[in-house]
């Protein structure tokens, strides 16, 4: 259950190469409706879901009690945050971005076993978007991309170029004209707004392997939460979303190719 549409389209392909059958909240009304209006194996809940935070999963553990199980999915590994995740009633926890071997090895503790299953189900695939031939070449220009770590994306979807392709393809859907919070009008909620956004960024940069601007959200978010002048933060907030535009552009100018 996840709110990003880039780490929503990365556990997506991650868990479907596994031969598992997915379905998405996103948000933590909508969440707690599916996993009480159904039986489900186990959940993924995003410890920042909208509306509802981890109190989805307060709400599911009053209604079902203790027999589904919910492995919590955050945005850093600290021992308080796996501490908040337990104590919100979840059994185990993952950070973001999901590794994909610690992600199988999760679910294998979590998943039931089903009788007669001694070999896992060989689930059909969706036909990729990068035809075998194009795969070498593609890899090469994604190499080149400055600022951009492939063998980060690489990583973080078991080395399947096919579906990197299509995680990068959702964040230039999401970003190539960048982020409008941060370039609308100051208000009162300004630095919520931001810190909101930046941590979303974040998390998708991270998600695609664009380490470099991931840390330069990671160093603002730190300055955001500090007491200061919002106007004069204004220019570094401009240049992160015209740091995204420039890396959303070039991604999807060589997926495009």
């Not at 969440?31 to 709400?59: F, N």
């Not at 695939?125 to 220009?141: F, H, M, T």
């Not at 990583?155 to 609308?184: D, H, I, K, W």
């Not at 955001?224 to 979303?241: K, M, N």
């Amino acid at each position: 259950m996840e709110d990003n549409p880039i780490n929503q389209e990365l556990a997506d392909g991650l868990l479907k190469v596994a031969g598992l059958v997915v379905e998405t909240a996103y948000d933590g009304v909508r969440a707690v409706e599916m996993a009480t209006s159904r039986p489900y194996d186990v959940i993924l809940m995003d410890m920042q879901m909208p509306i509802m935070d981890d109190l989805a999963t307060r709400a599911i553990r009053a209604r079902l009690g203790n027999t589904t199980p919910i492995i919590a999915v955050t945005a850093n590994a600290f021992g308080e945050e796996r501490a908040a995740c337990l104590d919100a009633g979840m059994n185990d926890h993952l950070a973001k971005p999901v590794d994909p071997e610690l992600l199988y090895s999760t679910l294998l503790r979590w998943l039931p076993q089903r009788p007669n299953e001694s070999e896992a189900s060989t689930a059909e695939s969706p036909p990729p978007e990068v035809a075998p031939a194009e795969i070498g070449p593609l890899a090469d220009r994604l190499e080149a991309i400055d600022g951009y770590d492939l063998a980060a994306g690489l990583r973080n979807v078991g080395g399947q170029l096919p579906t990197l392709s299509r995680v990068l393809r959702q964040f230039v859907r999401a970003y190539r004209a960048g982020e409008p919070a941060f370039v609308s009008p100051s208000t009162h909620d300004t630095v919520k707004r931001w810190s909101d956004q930046c941590h979303s960024v974040r998390g998708a940069c991270a998600a695609i392997g664009a380490t470099w601007l991931q840390g330069q959200f990671a160093t603002f978010e730190q300055q955001l939460a500090a007491p200061g002048d919002v106007q004069a933060l204004e220019p570094q907030v401009r240049q992160l979303h015209q740091d995204l535009v420039v890396l959303a552009g070039r991604l999807g100018d060589e997926l495009e190719r």
